[in-house]
Each structure stands twice: as C-alpha cells, then as structure tokens.
C-alpha cells in the first residue's frame, strides 16, 4: 500500500477537470430549466474533483487504518460486537427490496409489510410482549420511543403528576438522557456492592410521582438483577412502569424473557443481539415493544396484518406520534429477520450461553491480575476494576491501548460509573477458545510487563497507525471541516 | 451442540471452559436467575434454515413487492446509486466497527467522517457539522431543541406549514416531550405566510423558526428578510433542505439561517422502503457546542502526523447523561460514508448536473401533464426544481391517479390529498418513462 499516496483527504486528491461520474444525456422537451438568480447559490460548493480509481484507492487505503469485527477481537463491553454474517447482506441488495419507495401503495408492497410484520411478531416472541414497533432507529431512540409511550399511558389515565424517572447508578448515560429528552426529572437508584439495584433505596424512591424505573437486565456489570420479581412488584405497585433497556438482552436468549420478569416497554438494539452490522456508529434499530394493554399508543405509522392476512399500514388508536419520517431503518430489519430465520430457536438459545461461557472464561482466567470487583457468575459481560496491583500507575487507559498494539480492540473503558479504573470486557458467542485465550495471554503479559518495564505500557500504543492524538488540543481549538484545516496555523 | 457456523464451541471447549470457571455446566452460571422467571419451552420460531432456504425465502417475499418506476418524493428520492459506493461500503473494516472510541485503530471511520462534515458545511455553506443524526425528521427536531437550548427561558418554536407533514409531526412529538409550543405559520398560497410570520414572531418569546426549501409543495420559497427577523428578534432561523438539491440553490447560509437540517437519502442512497437514510445538521461556529451527536475533528498525534478524533465530547450523553444535548448515541454511521462517496464521485458539476437533469424531467412532465387537461399545477407561478403539486381534476381523483399509474408499473407520486397528488422526478426518469407516465393518463377515462 502506497498510504502518503492516497491517504491524505480526498479534497487534497483533488485535480480540477477531473470526475468520477457519468450522467446520463437525456433531452427532456423542457430544456434547461431557469430559476430566479436570487434562489441560486452564490458559487458552487467546494467539493472533490477525482477519479473512480483514485476514489476507490483512497477510501481502500483508509479502510485498512480500521479496525472491525472482521478484523479480530473486539471485547467493547455493552455493545455485543459479534459476528455479522455475510448471508444476511446478501439479502437486502436485491430488486424487490432494495428499490422500494416507502410511499408505496400497501398493495405494491405486501412482501415489505410482511417482513416487518414477521420481525415484529418474533421479536414479541422473544421479549414476551404483546406487540412491537420497528420505527425508532436506534437504542436510544427506542429509550425514547418507549418513554414517550409511558407518558402517554400516565396521561391517558389522567395521571399527570408523574415526572420522575428512576435510573440505577450503573446505568447507560443514554438512559438519563432519553429521559431528560421525553421531558422526566431523573432520580438514580443506588447499587449494593454486587452491582445490583439497591431494593431499599428503590422503594425509598418510588411514590405517585414517579413514571417508571429503567432497567437493564442483565446490568452492565454483567449481573442478573436476580430481585427483578420484587422490583417489579414494587414499581407495579407504586404505579409506575418497568422499562427494559435490551442493550444486554443477548445472554439471556432461551433463558428468561423480559416480559415474563414484570417488564412493561423494552427495546432491543437490532445491531448488538441480533448480528447487525455497527457501521462505525450505525445505522442501527431500536425496535419498541409493549406488554398487552399498551399496545394503543405505540408511534405512528404501525404495520398490522388485516383478517385475510394482507398487511397494511395504520396509526394506533391513543399514539402519542411519530418518531420518524417512515417506517424505521427497513434494511436493518431485513438483515436482523435473516439472522432469526438462521439461528432459529435453539441457536439464539445457544447465543446466549456460549456469550455467558465466554464472558466468564475471560473472568476466570484473569482474575488473579486484574481486580474483579464483583465475583460473578457474570452474564454477557464483567468489570474489571483495573489492575491488582496498582503499584506502578498503569491505569485503564494504559492497558486499552497496550491492547491495540497487541491486535486487540480495547473493552469499553471507565464504563461504568460505578468503579474508577473500570474494564468491561463483553467476548460474545462467536468467538473461538484460541481467540480468547490469545487475548488472556495478551493481558496477562499486559499486567506483567505494567510491573517489570511499567514505561513500555504507559507509553502504548506504538504500532498503530497514529499514536498519541491530541485529544485535548482537538477540543481546544477545533477544527471540524477541511476548510478550517486549510486556515489553521497549527494543522 | 448442533452445529452453528457462528458459534464455533466444540465439546471438548466447553468442557475445558467450564473447568476454568470451576462450573460443571453452563446452567450453573444461570444459578442466578430465579426458577420462576425461566422459560419452560423454547421460543414459537420456525426451525432454522440453511443459505440456499433464506435465498429463496426473502426471494419469493421479494416478488410479493412490486418495484414501480419512481417519480415519488416526499423526502426520498430514486438518484442512482454509484457501483463504486456500493463496493467500497462491503468493506468490512468500515461495516463492522463501532463508533470510533479508539482513534488510533479508527482513523478510516475517522477520516471518512472529517470529510463527511466537510462536504455538508460546503453544502449549507456553514461552519460546522456533526456526523449525522437518524433522517431528515429528528435531524429537524433536534435543530428545534438546540434553538431553545440556546435560547434558555424561551419556549416558543414556529414552524412553517410548509414543512413536510412527517418532519412537522416528528417535531411536534418532541416539542411535547420537551415542553416547548410550537406553533404553525400558516400558508399563503404554497407558501410561509409573511405577515403571520412577523405577527408570530412579533408577539415575543420564540426561541427558534423552522422552514422548508424546497418545501413541502416543491416550492423554493423566497425567505429574503426572514433571518434579518428572527435575529433582531434573537430567534434562530432553521431551515430544512433535502441535500441534493443544495447543489444549486441558495445555501441556508446565504439566507442567514443559523441551522440547517433535513434529510441526505437524495445523495444517492438506495430507496430500501424509507430506510436507511441519513439526517444531517449543519450549525454555525457559535452554536458549536450546542450540537448533539458525535462530531469529528482533526489533531496531531505524539509524532506530528494528522489525526482525526471524536471531540466535543462534553455534550454527549456518555459523559454528560441526562446534561447532554441529545441522547443520541448510534445514529447513521456508515451512511456518512455513503455520502462522501457520491459527492466525492459527483463533484461540484455533477452534482449540478444531477439537479439540472431532474429539474428538466419535472419540468417536463409538468408541461406535458398540464397539457392533457386533466390536472394543472397547483402553484402555476411558483419556482420549483424537481418536485411539483398537482391538483388532479375532477371527476379523477388522486387514487385513481395513482391506481392506473401503479398498473403500468409507474409510482406516480405521493398523495396529498383526494385531489392532489406530489410528483418528482430525478435523472432516473428517462423521456421513455416520462411518456410511459402521460401516455397512461391520456388513457384516464373521466
């Protein structure tokens, strides 16, 4: 690879005359079109001139400064980052899928309506709920969706004095912040020493003013709230409802289902538990599903199957809106069907407990060096709370990125909240034993070298492709587009 | 255990895992989970299928869809597709990452970012961009709540009737979430009602004035005078674009907007029934630290080389949690990817080119339409690129429109109403498809 050659920014790549595209030279009867000058734009945007190939080598050649699931491990904890099969791509390019135009007549559409109606109703199956929506576009818009949705039932009861939302401590910060945006106060729950939710503290908490408690469960320290049935009964009892955060549903496939544990809304990430690909920060799904008796005001529009089994669009009859422009992110949804169509039931069960086994194989064998806070058995996930012996100063961040030289992604990392050096580590189902043990090999020798030659670790990463970004600088001063890069002194 | 080719865990793994674990199975590690909440049976799916058996499922669900040729718009439009995207976008090092928290080993989903707001601020004309939000609809809604964010004790948003119905509903939703009123400036004739809108304005507390160009008609509104408005009444203006059209209209820059918002599927992106799209947002430099979702900028590393790194992180929802500015976490990802591409592919003149040739199209079927007698323009003087209103006249109506369109395989626009209908057309219609469109409607028997 010649990377000082077609690395830079596409505009540096930039020739004038040059182009990567060929239009058709259609004659319309209307010839060319005029507008009034005042509507046009002054000059035209200052956008790449380049060729197909050089196009092609750029985007190529940066490609490999990444790293992917395809590329090797990739334990970031709480975003389940398994395996996407190729098989479930494949489905979505054709004629018939991918060329359909959402204002379609129902009638034109039937096989569309069928494959949300068909995802809708297995993953009602799967969470144990009456009825899903596939709209939101990703977790924390489900978090929304579904918020929205509890406001709704509250004030169709004539209940409107319920403001609150309560979130554990140990928490995903998009939980606080769906709340914040669907217009709650938000009051955090705290966690007894073994990560789960304090049922006291809850209880203390829970009165007419409170709309619902937001839960994960498993949590993401990896620990089932094995109190849920009392939580639930609690939260029910105050009034209130029980929210589902399904960002850690994947090793509880087969074993439990959200439902039957007292949950009232959940989501689930499409693009965690059900293999579609993260795209770098998505596109993903959050789709929201509902037990029975709140299925009235899911968002609008809603796809239902009709009495002779046709498919068509509606609006549920007390929704509190839309969410989104269409129906959601469509081609994420055929990819996600494929996969359960795949898996079936006993593989999604399999899913679940080889993402468990995994998790605790890691935590096991690594346990005599880095600091387990919280002893497990953990579900999908575990913390690490950095190093044992902390001697030498190597914190988390040191051992994140030793990790990158060592071909590894990094855990999530000073995540949660809960613990200061925080490592959470999430293996998933479709890694190999060897693949495991080369990264328990790569921490231990991580944690030995933290002691022998602490430097070598403090000063890592020395093999990736840039090493050190000034972080703080780039927030200082920010240069956000190539135009302010062109007029920077410092760039 | 069966064999899963996405679970690679033999007998003798399994065994020697547990043993590590000090487990004797699997179940023990489930200890915690109480006997009542167990699944007793496993879930009602169909058994699982091979490659060949789910090629040919979605393939017969497939020919249930009848792919119409596309002269719909709405806010999604039929552009063509680039190979060279589609070949680049399988690469699985950018498919199959996360959000880049890990500069070092992220610098392709880095960069492609950097370039990405580069071309939407060159685009808009303004200063910053962040690396997208999920469609047009939200990108809108949270254009509104940056408004009131920076407004602080306003509540008050306009938003014009205009604005296309599903991005003004998704607003409203939010609005109701947030608190904040948003009330609707009436049209006049296909178009924001001035006067109402100095009224509106006029009458104190707004936060913030959302419009359309084109808007919801097609129509390219004139809004000479409505930022020099808001701001003397130190509202933000926030205008929604499609994206593809910016390629040769006025920028919301140079009408003063402070935001601009809206959907990018029209940047060549497969019509996939609605989704996956692309919402973009677009800010001036002072409303920077205002903007939700990730953002992107350049730095250098330990060795002086270009960097490119998340920044501005302090708004977003993982450090700040209920104090962030939006809860967005995923949002479109690799889409941005796809829109780099085509503008990259298109430049400048293509781009131009891609608007002149879908303006000639519209225009054309417009004459020719109105030339028939059986519909007229519905704004016959308003200026308009590629899309157009069309009152259908009586006794058709706009399903029987549409019907006899659908039947010879052409998807003749959106309906409005039960006598209007929304029409598009983009460099994909060819004269042959536009006569195909008139010739079915000659056919019309009234």
Not at chain 1, 164 to 170: F, M
Not at chain 2, 417 to 436: F, Y
């Amino acid at each position: 690879m010649n990377k000082e050659l077609y690395s830079p920014l596409i505009f540096e790549l930039s020739q004038s005359g040059r182009t990567g595209c060929r239009l058709p030279d259609y004659k319309y009867s209307s010839g060319a079109v005029s507008l009034p000058a005042e509507l046009l734009r002054g000059e035209a945007p200052t956008l790449p001139e380049v060729s197909e190939p050089s196009l092609v080598r750029h985007y190529t050649n940066s490609s490999t400064n990444n790293f992917g699931v395809d590329t090797g491990f990739y334990p970031l904890g709480s975003c389940t980052m398994k395996y996407n099969p190729k098989v479930n791509e494949a489905m979505v390019g054709r004629s018939g899928i991918s060329d359909l135009h959402p204002a379609q007549s129902a009638d034109s559409v039937q096989g569309a309506l069928r494959i949300y109606r068909t995802l809708e109703l297995y993953l009602a199956e799967i969470g144990g709920m009456a009825e899903f929506t596939l709209n939101p576009f990703a977790g924390a818009h489900g978090e929304y969706t579904g918020l929205m949705i509890i406001r709704q039932y509250h004030l169709s009861r004539g209940d409107e004095a319920r403001r609150k939302v309560l979130v554990p401590d140990s928490a995903h910060g998009t939980n606080p912040a769906s709340a914040a945006m669907a217009g709650f106060d938000i009051v955090e729950v705290k966690s007894l020493p073994d990560g789960t939710v304090d049922l006291d503290d809850l209880r203390s908490k829970l009165d007419c003013s409170v709309a619902a408690l937001m839960m994960t469960n498993p949590n993401t320290t990896g620990m089932f709230e094995h109190s849920i049935p009392e939580i639930a009964e609690a939260v029910h009892a105050a009034g209130a409802l029980l929210y589902y955060d399904g960002a850690n549903l994947n090793p509880i496939l087969g074993v439990a289902r959200p439902g039957d544990m007292g949950f009232d809304v959940m989501h689930i990430n499409l693009h965690k538990t059900f293999s579609t690909p993260h795209g770098g920060g998505g596109p993903g799904a959050g789709p929201v599903g509902v037990r029975a008796g709140l299925e009235a005001f899911l968002p609008a529009p809603h796809v239902t199957c009709l009495p002779d089994g046709s498919f068509a669009v509606d609006e549920p009859a007390d929704s509190f809106g839309r969410v989104s422009a269409w129906l959601g992110n469509f081609a994420v949804y055929v990819k996600a069907l494929a996969y359960i169509l795949t898996m079936g039931a006993d593989g999604l069960a399999a899913a679940g407990r080889m993402a468990t086994l995994n998790a605790n194989y890691i935590m096991h064998s690594l346990k005599d060096l880095y600091l387990l806070p919280i002893a497990g058995p953990c579900k999908h996930e575990f913390v690490f709370d950095g190093l044992r012996d902390k001697s030498t100063g190597v914190t988390t961040l040191n051992i994140a990125k030793a990790l990158l030289d060592r071909g590894f992604h990094a855990p999530t990392i000073y995540f949660p909240l809960l613990f200061h050096e925080a490592l959470m580590i999430e293996p998933t189902e479709t890694e190999t034993k060897e693949t495991l043990d080369s990264f328990i090999k790569a921490m231990r020798e991580i944690a030995e070298t933290s002691l022998s030659d602490p430097e070598a670790i403090k000063s890592a990463p020395h093999h990736t492709p840039v090493t050190h970004p000034d972080e703080d600088g780039a927030a200082l001063d920010p240069v956000l587009t190539y135009r302010m890069l062109c007029n920077s002194t410092t760039l | 255990m069966a064999a899963n080719p996405y679970i690679p865990h033999t007998e003798a793994d399994i065994k020697a895992m547990l043993g590590t674990c000090g487990a004797t199975s699997v179940d023990e590690l489930y200890a915690d989970v109480p006997p009542s909440l167990r699944m007793k049976s496993a879930y009602k799916l169909p058994a699982p299928m091979n490659e060949p058996e789910l090629d040919r499922y979605f393939a017969a669900i497939a020919r249930e869809n009848k792919p119409l040729i596309c002269f719909a718009g709405n806010g999604f439009y039929h552009h063509y597709t680039p190979a060279a995207i589609t070949a680049v976008m399988s690469r699985s090092e950018f498919l199959t990452a996360y959000t880049p928290y890990q500069p070092e080993i992220s610098q392709g989903t880095l960069q492609y970012i950097f370039e990405y707001q580069s071309m939407m601020c060159a685009l808009t004309g303004l200063d910053v961009s962040n690396a997208s939000m999920y469609d047009g609809a939200t990108a809108t809604a949270e254009a509104m709540l940056m408004a009131v964010s920076a407004a602080k004790k306003r509540r008050r948003v306009l938003i014009s009737a205009t604005v296309a119905q599903a991005v003004a509903e998704v607003c409203s939703t939010y609005a109701s979430g947030a608190g904040i009123i948003l009330e609707v400036i009436p049209e006049e004739d296909g178009c924001t009602c001035r006067t109402s809108f100095e009224e509106m304005l006029g009458a104190g507390d707004v936060a913030g004035v959302i419009v359309a160009s084109p808007n919801r008609f097609g129509i390219i509104e004139d809004y000479s005078g409505f930022a020099e408005r808001c701001h003397s009444a130190k509202a933000l203006f926030i205008m929604n674009c499609h994206a593809s059209p910016l390629g040769v209209l006025r920028t919301p820059a140079e009408w003063g907007a402070d935001i601009a918002c809206g959907e990018a599927q029209s940047l060549g992106m497969p019509l996939n029934y609605g989704g996956p799209g692309l919402g973009y947002l677009c800010c001036t430099k002072a409303l920077m630290r205002k903007l939700p979702g990730r953002v992107v900028g350049a730095t250098t590393d330990s060795q002086g080389r270009r960097a490119f790194v998340l920044t501005l992180q302090a708004r977003e929802q993982h450090i700040r949690r209920q104090k962030a500015t939006s809860n967005i976490c995923s949002n479109q990802g690799i889409m941005t990817l796809h829109a780099a591409m085509y503008l990259g592919l298109m430049g400048a003149k293509g781009l131009r080119r891609v608007n002149e040739l879908s303006a000639e199209a519209a225009h054309s079927l417009a004459e020719v339409l109105t030339a028939t007698g059986k519909a007229k323009l519905s704004y016959p003087d308003k200026p308009y690129l590629n899309e157009f209103s069309l009152d259908i006249a009586e006794p058709l109506s706009a399903d029987r429109w549409l019907a006899a369109l659908e039947a010879n395989g052409i998807l003749g626009g959106v309906k409005i109403d039960d006598s209007t209908v929304l029409v598009a057309a983009t460099e994909m219609c060819s004269p042959q498809d536009i006569d195909r469109y008139v010739a079915t409607v000659k056919d019309l028997q009234p």
